[in-house]
């Protein structure tokens, strides 16, 4: 079973407004950690915003937000007032629990592809 | 947020020839970091787990006689593409852990190399 599961392929929205990207996971661990990333068409990975399962507020970083919601395990980016900047790949990752030796890994999912429009 | 560097950003080589690749986190220090590869229009694939001083850990199904990974300290890791075939052209992306941050769980991602192999 996939453990991120992203269903939008691609999003559509327009200049100024909010769009929310979905994202769900799988998970037994009870400490894991939740991650959004922005991927532009050159390729580097630009972090986001970040979300600890023992967090109890959702993160917010600038015009992004997290909306965790740890039952129905899922986790997904609001981007507020969109920017034509703001059009990349966007991936969700899950950490789940720490290994011994400072193992760290991240599952990524499939990626959505956000178009911000005029 | 920390910086990592990932050196060369392109390549291009020939069939049988080795290639390496580095990636360095310039203002922080690193104890782990991470080579994944990136198909077009896919998702990161972690191939594996760079531990400064000792073994990578490889995930199943990457050889690790054919993809060879050096922590020589703590700010540098290498990826070694031996004997490379046109199927490895790839996006190779490397990241580490500010473990001495704050939250210190994210992940910062160099800018990634694309390999061509001829």
């Known amino acids: 079973a996939q453990k991120i599961t992203q269903t939008q392929p691609g999003m559509f929205v327009q200049e100024k407004e909010a769009v929310t990207l979905d994202c769900t996971y799988d998970t037994s661990d009870q400490s894991y950690g939740l991650f959004w990333y922005k991927q532009p068409s050159s390729g580097e990975m630009i972090f986001l915003i970040y979300?600890?399962?023992?967090?109890?507020q959702n993160a917010t970083e600038g015009r992004y937000s997290l909306n965790f919601q740890k039952a129905r395990k899922s986790a997904n980016l609001v981007i507020s007032a969109s920017q034509l900047g703001d059009s990349a790949m966007y991936f969700c990752a899950m950490r789940e629990a720490l290994l011994t030796g400072g193992g760290n890994k991240l599952t990524f999912g499939t990626g959505t592809q956000l178009k911000v429009e005029l | 947020g920390a910086v990592v560097s990932q050196h060369p950003s392109w390549v291009i080589c020939k069939s049988g020839t080795s290639v390496k690749i580095e990636c360095r986190s310039l203002d922080f220090q690193a104890t782990t970091m991470f080579w994944y590869r990136q198909f077009p229009k896919q998702s990161l694939m972690l191939m594996a787990t760079?531990?400064?001083?000792?073994?990578?850990?490889?995930e199943q199904g990457v050889e690790k006689d054919k993809f060879l990974i050096n922590h020589a300290s703590l700010t540098l890791s290498t990826l070694t593409v031996t004997s490379a075939h046109p199927e490895d052209s790839s996006f190779y992306i490397c990241?580490?852990?500010?473990?001495?941050?704050?939250?210190?769980?994210?992940?910062?991602f160099g800018p990634g190399t694309r390999l061509l192999v001829l």
């Open positions: 990241s580490a852990r500010d473990e001495g941050a704050t939250g210190g769980e994210t992940q910062y």
């Open positions: 760079s531990n400064e001083g000792s073994k990578a850990t490889y």
């Open positions: 979300q600890g399962s023992y967090d109890e």
